[in-house]
């Protein structure tokens, strides 16, 4: 399949877990994709690993962070110029943070609504007037199954992604009428350097349970289907239907992808 031929995709979080598989799959069809993250490590791997398949040169690496106001409005312009347009915005960069919610810091919960909720916020703001210019424009944000379902210990991080389901609906309604669709993912029970600490920087290290976590109170976040967590490809090739033609009667709404921990 190539969805993506001739689309110039903007992707953040590109450079580990489902970004970065998102990147790979938009890139295996046909897509042309800047990648930007914060964590210039896991770029490299992005990169390299779209040449070892063929794809490298249809993607551009560029740092960027989306908690940085400055630094979302260079990178967003410079993407957009070495694009030469812009057609599809994935916010897949976030942070996923754990304590008990007694002992959470303002600062702390303020870091993660600033990277989840603000930067995912300020991608959208700086992408859309060339998201209008583009071709039939999508955006695709990441919501979490913890906006609608508990997540203990990560009311923060549910908060973020709450407000990022919620802006979604807002953003679809009030540019639906210039060809916009906005839609979210809400991964849940998947295995990335977000959930796992296998990222290759703290930017996405995993999410750091208290030490004094009662696990018990996970019993209800295993999957039915399959053999524990899946990977990251199984929500890249949500994303990339959600973004190409395949998607183009769904906007205003979000799709778990949870291997049916949620029913």
Avoid: W
Wanted: aromatic share 6%; charged share 15%; net charge negative.
């Amino acid at each position: 399949m190539n969805r993506f031929e001739g689309r110039r995709v903007l992707i953040t979080g590109g450079g580990s877990g489902i970004g970065q598989a998102t990147v790979h799959r938009v890139l295996a069809e046909g897509g042309r994709v800047v990648a930007a993250d914060i964590d210039e490590a896991g770029l490299k791997a992005t990169f390299a690993a779209a040449a070892e398949a063929g794809g490298a040169d249809r993607l551009t690496t560029a740092l960027l962070d989306i908690a940085d106001e400055g630094s979302v409005k260079k990178g967003v312009a410079a993407a957009v110029d070495t694009l030469g347009g812009l057609d599809v915005v994935v916010n897949a960069a976030g942070i996923l943070r754990s304590s008990h919610t007694h002992a959470t810091s303002l600062a702390f919960f303020n870091q993660v609504i600033a990277v989840n909720l603000t930067g995912t916020f300020l991608v959208i703001r700086e992408a859309l007037a060339p998201l209008l210019r583009g071709d039939k424009p999508v955006i695709v944000n990441f919501s979490s199954t913890s906006a609608s379902f508990a997540h203990p210990y990560m009311a923060a991080y549910a908060a973020s992604k709450g407000g990022i389901q919620s802006m979604t609906h807002a953003i679809a309604s009030e540019y639906s009428k210039q060809g916009l669709r906005a839609v979210c993912v809400a991964p849940g029970s998947i295995a990335s350097g977000m959930t796992d600490a296998s990222g290759t920087s703290a930017a996405n290290a995993g999410p750091g349970l208290p030490e004094d976590a009662d696990m018990s109170l996970f019993a209800k976040l295993a999957p039915a289907i399959g053999q524990g967590f899946a990977g990251p490809e199984s929500v890249a090739g949500v994303v990339a239907m959600l973004a190409g033609e395949d998607g183009a009667f769904i906007t205003g709404t979000e799709i778990r992808v949870d291997g049916g921990t949620h029913f």
